[in-house]
T-cell receptor, first 115, second 115 residues
């Protein structure tokens, strides 16, 4: 079965620190990759996505992610976090060859940025 | 993206009763999805609801427990039937957008507590 792994369940950083959240998936076919963010008390929002082309994708709020096909990874990065980045981050994958856009989510990473 | 609303935003229900959750979108969409997010866990797809066809349920979810309606292209309902405390979760709807309906946008969720 297809799975999505997020290795860090909780991350605590100080403001201005660099961030990298890991995401690995198990499916070997063509996939679309997503990062969603859920700020405290808010709904799930799309942060960025990768479909094809340049494996380094940029999203909102200074986030970026790199797709490394050989490693089945799609890690999220930000060079300098802010207190407002405190949130839960979810990696998600969908398969493209079934005609059915099923999203499989990772377990999420809770990021706490201390001021 | 799309503006998605859900009603109710939260509810506390008694065991054995049923609750219907509404999802309204501000534009016409073909594909709508219902997810469950149990406490401390990630999102799990319950079913896909396409207008004009029966909902497609994921493994572990059945129509008798989670009946879904999709009467038009902007609206869907999910009913949680014969509830037990194990049904306490956040229930989210999402819509598929994009050329290949390949990006999902989420509603604010309905937080359900079953006593």
């Amino acid at each position: 079965a297809q799975s999505v792994s997020q290795h860090n369940h909780h991350v605590i950083l100080s403001e201005a620190a660099s961030l990298e959240l890991g995401c690995n998936y198990s499916y070997g076919g063509t996939v679309n990759l997503f990062w969603y963010v859920q700020y405290p008390g808010q709904h799930l929002q799309l942060l960025l996505k990768y479909f094809s082309g340049d494996p380094l994708v940029k999203g909102i709020k200074g986030f970026e992610a790199e797709f490394i096909k050989s490693k089945f990874s799609f890690n999220l990065r930000k060079p300098s976090v802010q207190w407002s980045d405190t949130a839960e981050y979810f990696c998600a994958v969908n398969r493209m060859n079934t005609g059915f856009q099923k999203l499989v989510f990772g377990t999420g990473t809770r990021l706490l940025v201390s001021p | 993206s799309a503006v998605i609303s859900q009603k109710p935003s939260r509810d506390i229900c008694q065991r054995g009763t049923s609750l219907t959750i509404q999802c309204q979108v501000d534009s016409q969409v073909t594909m709508m999805f219902w997810y469950r997010q149990q406490p401390g866990q990630s999102l799990t797809l319950i079913a896909t609801a396409n207008q004009g066809s029966e909902a497609t349920y994921e493994s572990g979810f059945v129509i008798d427990k989670f009946p879904i309606s999709r009467p038009n292209l902007t609206f869907s309902t999910l009913t949680v039937s014969n509830m037990s405390p194990e049904d306490s979760s956040i229930y989210l709807c999402s819509v598929g957008l994009g050329l290949a309906v390949d990006t999902q946008y989420f509603g604010p969720g309905t937080r359900l507590t079953v006593l």
